[in-house]
Structure formats: C-alpha cells, structure tokens
C-alpha cells in the first residue's frame, strides 16, 4: 500500500526566504506525482504536476522535483512572501491502480513580513 | 468560466439523514473524483468514474452512494450508514485519455453532522 509522508508538517519563514517541502513515499510504481496548494477551508490549487518520466518541473518561483528512486519529490519555494501561506499536499498516483492517487498530511507554511 | 462547482457550500445533517452534494464540471472531462478530509489531514478517496454510467470504489467508500449519468455531473450521497460523516468534501476531475493526468479541484462542501 503506497503511503505519502510529508515533513515537516508546519513550517515557519522570514518574508524572502528560499525554502523546501518535502514528500516521500513508499512504492516507486507512480504514473505522476502532483503538488497542491490549499488556503484555509478552500479546495486544493494545482501547482505542478510531474509525469514519471521526469526529473522536475518549474512554474514561476516553484520547482518541483522528482527521485522516483527514492521515493522523493520537493517543492523549492523561491524568494518567499506572506501569500505563499497556506498548506501544501502532494499526491501520488499510482501506474497500476487506475485512477486512485494517495494524498500526503500537507505541510502549512507560514512566511512571515 | 471553465471550472468545477459544488454546492451547498455549507450543509446540516440531522442523525439519520440521506444528504446529496452536488459536482458539476464544466471542463469536459471524462474521469470525476469524490475525496473527503478531515482536520489536519490529506485526502482520501470515496469514489471515482472514469466515464458516464460507470464509477469505482475508492479507498472509504462505506456509508456512500454515486451516480454518473452525465459527463459532467457527479452527485454523492452521504447515507445514514456513514457514521462519522463530518468532513470537508471535495471533488475532482480530470482528463482522461489512456493516462492519467492533472486533477483539478472544486470548492469543496463542508458537511456537520448536528
């Protein structure tokens, strides 16, 4: 069963800052991994979606990145400011289980001014 | 506006009640996803369908019901079989072309139990 960890669950960030997220998970069989962006009781906000076969992906500040092999994937933060605050989730959908992706807890991230 | 709606965005339930919430997609995609989540957790998957008239048990589907009669609605049913009921819903759709592609996500409905 693939299971999806995301450390550390809060972090907390001066206004400039580069940072990091972390997910990993279990079971190296993913079709694509997807990172999210949630604000507070809203739905999720795709922010990069990486295909298997890729090593990583950019949209704007963000980079996500993936290490199918072990079981890795981050999402790097550039130049942080107060409206990155919200929780991040990433999720991982697996090749051989059509249409079922496995969620990690999230990590909220707070950038302070 | 292409996106996903949901409604209510708010909804009661007394003990005992059948509720109904509403998805409806306006992207034109084939696979529509129900999730639910809980406080300070991630998601997990009640149901999923890929095309009209078919849909898949996800990982907590108990207590659920779904229909898909049409592309672009995916109503689900929180029965009175659903003990613990009180979650944020969430639903979800994506392309489905022989692989499996980028989710988006509606608003969400939060659902309290009284």
Redesign the interface.
């Known amino acids: 069963k693939q299971e999806?960890t995301q450390i550390p669950a809060a972090l907390s960030v001066p206004e400039g800052e580069n940072l990091v997220l972390n997910c990993s998970f279990t079971d190296s069989a993913i079709?694509?991994l997807?990172w999210?962006r949630q604000d507070p009781?809203?739905?999720?906000?795709?922010l990069l979606?990486i295909q298997s076969s890729q090593r990583e992906q950019t949209s704007g500040r963000l980079n996500a990145s993936l290490d199918k092999s072990s079981g890795r994937s981050t999402l790097y933060i550039a130049a942080s400011q107060p409206g990155d605050s919200a929780t991040y989730?990433c999720?991982v959908?697996k090749a051989t289980n059509?249409?079922?992706?496995t969620?990690?807890?999230?990590t909220t991230l707070t950038v302070k001014p | 506006d292409g996106g996903?709606t949901?409604s209510p965005k708010y909804l009661f339930r007394k003990e005992g009640q059948n509720v109904t919430l509403s998805c409806e997609q306006n992207l034109n995609h084939d696979?529509m996803?129900w999730?639910r989540q809980d406080p300070?957790?991630?998601?997990?998957?009640i149901y999923?369908s890929?095309i009209v008239n078919d849909f898949?048990k996800?990982?907590i589907a108990e207590g659920y019901s779904v229909s898909r009669e049409k592309k672009e609605s995916f109503p689900l049913t929180v029965t009175s079989a659903q003990k613990n009921p009180t979650a944020?819903y969430?639903c979800?759709s994506s392309i489905w072309s022989g692989?499996?592609?980028?989710?988006?996500?509606?608003?969400?409905t939060?659902l309290t139990v009284l």
């Open positions: 999806v079709y694509n997807q999210f009781g809203k739905g999720l906000t795709s979606l989730l999720a959908r059509a249409g079922k992706s969620f990690g807890d999230g | 996903i949901q696979a996803y999730y300070g957790q991630g998601l997990r998957l999923y890929q898949q996800g990982d944020f969430l979800a692989g499996y592609n980028e989710q988006f996500f509606g608003p969400g939060r």
